[in-house]
């Protein structure tokens, strides 16, 4: 598969894996919605020794970017290793000798070594929401006695991340920019605690106060989290606009030489941005989790200039920091602790089931969180056959069971309680958790066959 590319070369994509970087709005699938899907196109052999160039969204109008990992062995998390290996390596660590290329500490996050290939999806795919129970049968198991969950502490990260057949994670729901509501995956912890201290100066002390004391001794001159963010993000922005001069000159220089053919000067001059481009939106979107546009990177970083704003910004980006602690509070909300020191409510928590939403039918499905803020209106409004619910094992839409109406089901403080779901010809009202999207793959992409060129 090629970019759209000429003498100045958007280039090849290469791996089929770098098709991930052109999902622009981050949905797992390659489609209209996305901003280079028009321009990708495809190398098709003619069967006689020759070629043609044919634009992808001719042959096909959605890709479903799962068809690329279908089969995969969730169990194998690093090099090759299986959980148990690992689990194995890391308890037996101090026992043998560490080959050069396969260095696992027992003190790092044994989510380092997970398969990545659940995570090029959006949580909302993959993840499925704690029910208050196993909440707190949660923190009765594993708090200590001023009721945190210590995800450092090395026997408590393994029984959370990695008990079961794989390793998994903790997601929360939170509000990014676009003012949309995602759930955040949460980030590995950089070390692990071994439970010990680097003096008796720290004896007594648990591992939030222990942080406290050392970061006030030894990191006076680290910067705040919100200065972190804006100089990642400055350095972003610096990028951007040295790749666009750069490629406006060499565009120009071309379009100025008389000794250029004006058929190339033709395809020159509907190039509109440069090679790295896909590479700074995909950037842009791992700092700030919306979509790339020129607009939303300078209103962004005037945003986390100014003093007032920055604090909110950066809360809304994604987190650059992992959570190293957590606490039940008593009206049900859980407290996040990060690294910085900076803290934080949620409502409630997602785990990843390790495969994605499939319907019977075989579409992908995803928590619509969006849902859940929609007015009983404009739940009236929504097309039944694009969303679902969850019946048994399976996720079948609202159109499939007969549904007539939807509405929003709260507690007399407005807290969100599930969906009341009014059924054809019933006179009792279904109530769910969650309702669904569902991605529903059109005929044409699932039955026409191409070559991709690697």
């Known amino acids: 598969m090629l970019g759209d590319n000429d003498s100045l070369g958007v280039g090849d994509v290469g791996k089929i894996g770098n098709l991930f970087n052109f999902d622009s709005n981050n949905d797992g699938f390659l489609d209209k919605e996305d901003e280079l899907f028009s321009k990708l196109k ?20 959605r890709i479903d970017l799962y068809d690329f990992i279908k089969g995969y062995d969730k169990s194998i998390g690093y090099d090759g290793l299986t959980l148990a290996q690992i689990k194995e390596y890391r308890a037996n660590y101090h026992f043998r000798k560490i080959p050069d290329d396969k260095k696992l500490s027992p003190y790092v996050d044994i989510r380092a070594f997970r398969g990545q290939e659940m995570s090029l999806f959006p949580p909302e ?12 049968d949660m923190f009765e198991a594993y708090a200590d006695k001023e009721g945190w969950v210590n995800l450092k502490d090395k026997e408590v990260n393994e029984a959370l991340f990695a008990s079961g057949e ?16 995602v759930l955040e995956e949460f980030k590995v912890v950089d070390r692990l605690d071994n439970g010990s201290r680097p003096s008796s100066f720290y004896d007594g002390l648990n591992i939030r106060e222990f942080e406290e004391k050392y970061s006030r001794l030894h990191n006076k001159s680290k910067p705040s989290y ?62 700030v989790g919306i979509e790339f546009s020129e607009e939303r990177l300078e209103r962004i970083k005037n945003a986390l200039d100014d003093p007032i704003l920055s604090k909110e910004v950066a809360a809304a980006m994604q987190d650059a920091e992992a959570v190293t602690s957590m606490r039940l509070e008593k009206d049900g909300r859980i407290l996040l602790r990060f690294e910085s020191g900076r803290e934080i409510l949620v409502n409630e928590l997602y785990n990843e089931t390790g495969e994605l939403y499939i319907t019977k039918r075989g579409d992908r499905a995803g928590i619509s969180l969006e849902a859940r803020s929609k007015s009983d209106e404009e739940l009236s409004k929504i097309d039944f056959s694009e969303y679902g619910i969850r019946q048994g094992e399976e996720i079948v839409s609202l159109k499939d069971i007969g549904a007539e109406m939807v509405q929003r089901l709260v507690n007399e403080n407005g807290k969100f309680l599930g969906f009341a779901i009014q059924l054809a010809g019933q006179k009792q009202e279904r109530i769910v958790e969650n309702l669904y999207n569902l991605y529903t793959i059109d005929h044409l992409n699932k039955t026409q066959s191409f070559a991709l060129e690697a």
């Open 226 to 287: 919100e200065e972190q963010y804006k100089e990642a993000f400055t350095k972003l922005y610096d990028e951007y606009y040295e790749a666009k001069n750069s490629f406006m000159g060499a565009k120009e220089n071309l379009l100025n030489n008389e000794l250029v053919d004006s058929e190339i000067k033709e395809k020159v001059e509907s190039l509109e941005e440069p090679s790295q481009m896909s590479a700074i939106r995909q950037k842009f979107h791992s700092i």
């Open 166 to 181: 794989f390793i998994t994670n903790f997601a929360y729901k939170k509000t990014n920019l676009a003012g949309v509501e």
């Open 42 to 61: 495809l190398r098709v052999d003619n069967g006689n020794g020759e070629y043609r160039i044919a634009n992808l969204s001719d042959v096909v109008s």
């Open 125 to 136: 795919q993959h993840y499925k929401e704690i029910n208050k129970k196993d909440i707190r």
